[in-house]
């Protein structure tokens, strides 16, 4: 495993110490700067993925590193709540133990990265089904209510 990732991980995620003894970096730092403040941790991120890709990290566990990106980006993009969720979710202190454990157990890691993504499929799916389910209520309420003579 190259140092220069875990190093790299440990500067945007956990390079300071704050109050209480909450870790942080520069993701958090850099979300605080509207518009671009999320963009760039994202890039450096996606650095990591790219280098899991040319140590030949297996697809599945790169995919699994993807959507810890994505989830870190989506969480800093809302106001104030993303900087909160900056002290929990360290997407690249994740992706690189992601990659250690593939290369110390690569059918493990792999079993692991399928629960994770079938968990989050599985979260994503019902939510669609619960707004579409809402979406029907609102509507079919709207109509009863435009069919209901006056």
């Known amino acids: 495993m190259p140092t220069d990732l875990r190093a790299l991980a440990v500067l945007l995620d956990s390079k300071f110490e704050g109050p209480f003894g909450f870790r942080f970096g520069w ?3 850099l979300g605080l700067i509207p518009g671009i ?9 996606l650095y990591i993925v790219v280098r899991a890709i040319v140590l030949r990290v297996s697809f599945i566990t790169v995919l699994h590193m993807i959507v810890n990106v994505l989830i870190d980006t989506a969480l800093s993009l809302i106001p104030i709540a993303g900087q909160i969720t900056d002290f929990f979710w360290k997407s690249n202190l994740k992706n690189i133990e992601l990659m250690e454990r593939s290369f110390i ?14 968990a989050i499929t599985g979260g994503w799916f019902s939510l669609v089904l619960l707004l579409i389910y809402i979406i029907y209520w609102i509507g079919s309420g709207v109509l009863r209510l435009l069919m209901a003579p006056f």
């Open 27 to 29: 993701d958090a730092l």
């Open 105 to 118: 157990d690569e059918r493990r890691s792999v079993r692991s990265s399928v629960m994770f993504l079938g």
């Open 37 to 45: 403040g999320a963009v760039i941790p994202a890039l450096v991120s």
